[in-house]
């Protein structure tokens, strides 16, 4: 049996609504996104920051996978640590 991240599963997924910082719109976000860009104005809308396994777990680039590891990390701001 494969062990996988809970935050993987579709099963889990919750959506949040945020609020566009340029025009005011709603826009709506699942949990596994870290940012969306408005579809009134284009302006890209972030989740408050909050707590990511990326930033605590040592297995979190294999468990995402590379490609998706780094693209939360740039999200982040953070770099890979060597």
């Known amino acids: ?3 996988k991240c809970p935050g993987q599963d579709i099963r889990n997924l919750r ?6 910082p340029n025009c005011g719109a709603e ?6 996104e870290q940012r969306i860009k408005c579809r009134k104005c284009g302006t890209m809308v972030y989740k408050e920051n909050t707590p990511s396994c990326i930033e605590w777990c040592s297995k ?8 998706r590891w780094k693209a939360m990390m740039d999200v982040m701001g953070k770099k890979e640590e060597k």
């Not at 959506?15 to 566009?20: G, H, I, K």
């Not at 826009?27 to 596994?32: H, I, N, T």
């Not at 979190?60 to 490609?67: I, N, P, Q, Y």
């Open 15 to 20: 959506s949040a609504f945020y609020r566009c």
């Open 60 to 67: 979190a680039k294999e468990c995402l996978g590379e490609e």
């Open 27 to 32: 826009v709506e976000m699942f949990s596994d």
């Open 1 to 3: 049996m494969d062990a």
